[in-house]
């Protein structure tokens, strides 16, 4: 298995393939989604994850249903799409992308003909193929915008999975560590495992092996001790979603993280696309956060290792103030404290 031929997400013929991360590393498959609810299902099991790789495959949802049904008349279309909107929207609340992309999908839909559905259902498969081009190349503009803030030689940690396989390809936090790569720099990436879903240890792991990047796995409670010990010259994580403040929601641990980044004087960079900052929530305070099931934390897979009736929290994000990010990187540059300024700059405001 190669992670640069992996194709995270591919549409062929009214027909939405995702590589299942579930099963990754030991098995490299593809589920093939039909309909919205099978995508919604998808997102929200998990077979697809990251707030790009999510947007996009709300969007191909939504196109999936549009295709499937451009046969129907023009109120049956319109209904059952409403329907397709409303499954795909509920299936995960924290990343924003899923949102943003709906949001252009819908506005899609309410510009075409009402009374031709196979027109609005190409529309609409256009519309889902251009948010998934976009991203691609959003996600090289910022590898290339955050390389410039890797020094030669860096050993970079990085939490979660935040690369190819969270994106349409190259990834956002991943992405930079790439185009450092390929500007010819010497690196080597820490990842830290993220329990409970070992996203870590399974996926950024796994890319980084698979293009020959230097890689070190650790647990989550390692990162203080490498920190500490001189071991790491960089934190760079992704993000579901950022506040107008620049306070950010990423997978949970990212604000330990950035305590400890902030304690031992390294630089603490969150690299994410436009369409993950939210600016009609002022700060953290209002990002939802995702509450998953207690058997993500009491075991994994087949194993179970907590004992029956043990209460569980398993919040799946946690929100960084944006005191604590060094910076923002983005496809239009890099966001520098104070972080809401500077957001509004970028967004031409």
Same mark, same amino acid.
């Given at each position: 298995?190669?992670?640069?031929? !992996? ?20 098995? $490299? ?25 999510? %947007?996009?495959?709300?969007?191909? %949802? ?14 049956? +279309? =319109? ?5 397709? +909107? =409303? ?11 899923? &949102? ?6 819908? #506005?899609?839909?309410?510009?075409? /003909?009402?009374?031709? /559905?196979?027109? @609005? #259902? ?9 948010? +998934? ?37 190259? %990834? ?14 010497? $690196? ?26 230097? !890689? @070190? ?24 979603? *950022? ?24 630089? +603490?960079?969150?690299?994410?696309? $436009? ?12 990002? /939802?956060?995702?509450?998953?099931? /207690?058997?993500?934390?009491?075991? &994994? ?15 799946? &994000? ?10 923002? *990187?983005?496809?239009? %540059?890099? #966001? ?14």
């Amino acid at each position: 298995m190669d992670a640069r031929g !992996v194709e995270t997400l591919r549409f062929t013929d009214g027909v939405l393939e995702l590589v299942d991360q579930r099963l990754l590393p030991q098995t $490299l498959r593809y589920v093939a989604c039909r309909s919205a609810g099978e995508v919604a299902a998808a997102i929200r099991d998990m077979v697809v994850r990251g707030a790009p790789a999510i %947007g996009c495959a709300a969007a191909f %949802g939504v196109a999936v249903d549009a295709l499937r049904l451009a046969n129907e008349d023009a109120t049956s +279309f =319109a209904a059952k799409l409403e329907t397709a +909107f =409303a499954a795909l929207h509920a299936s995960r609340p924290t990343a924003v992308n899923l &949102f943003w992309a709906l949001d252009r999908m819908r #506005a899609v839909w309410h510009e075409a /003909p009402a009374d031709d /559905p196979r027109e @609005t #259902a190409r529309r609409l498969a256009a519309e889902a193929d251009r948010v +998934f081009r976009e991203d691609l190349e959003v996600n090289r503009a910022i590898g290339r915008n955050g390389e410039a803030l890797i020094a030669d030689g860096a050993r970079v940690m990085t939490h979660c999975n935040a690369g190819a396989l969270a994106t349409a390809g190259h %990834g956002t936090a991943l992405g930079v560590v790439r185009s450092a790569r390929d500007a010819g720099k010497r $690196l080597s990436v820490i990842a830290n495992e993220t329990r409970p879903y070992l996203q870590g240890a399974r996926l950024t792991a796994w890319e980084m092996v698979q293009e020959a990047i230097p !890689v @070190t796995l650790i647990t989550d409670n390692m990162a203080g001790h490498m920190m500490r010990t001189g071991r790491v010259d960089v934190v760079i994580v992704g993000a579901d979603r *950022i506040a107008a403040n620049g306070d950010t929601a990423n997978k949970i641990g990212t604000y330990a993280l950035a305590v400890l980044a902030a304690r031992h004087g390294l630089p +603490f960079y969150v690299a994410a696309p $436009l369409s993950t900052i939210d600016r009609a929530i002022a700060d953290g305070s209002g990002i /939802p956060i995702e509450e998953r099931d /207690p058997s993500e934390v009491t075991g &994994f897979r087949d194993l179970r290792w907590a004992p029956e009736g043990v209460a569980v929290a398993n919040p799946a &994000f946690d929100v960084t103030p944006a005191e604590l990010v060094t910076a923002i *990187i983005t496809e239009k %540059g890099v #966001a520098r404290p104070p972080l809401g300024d500077a957001i509004s700059r970028l967004f031409g405001a």
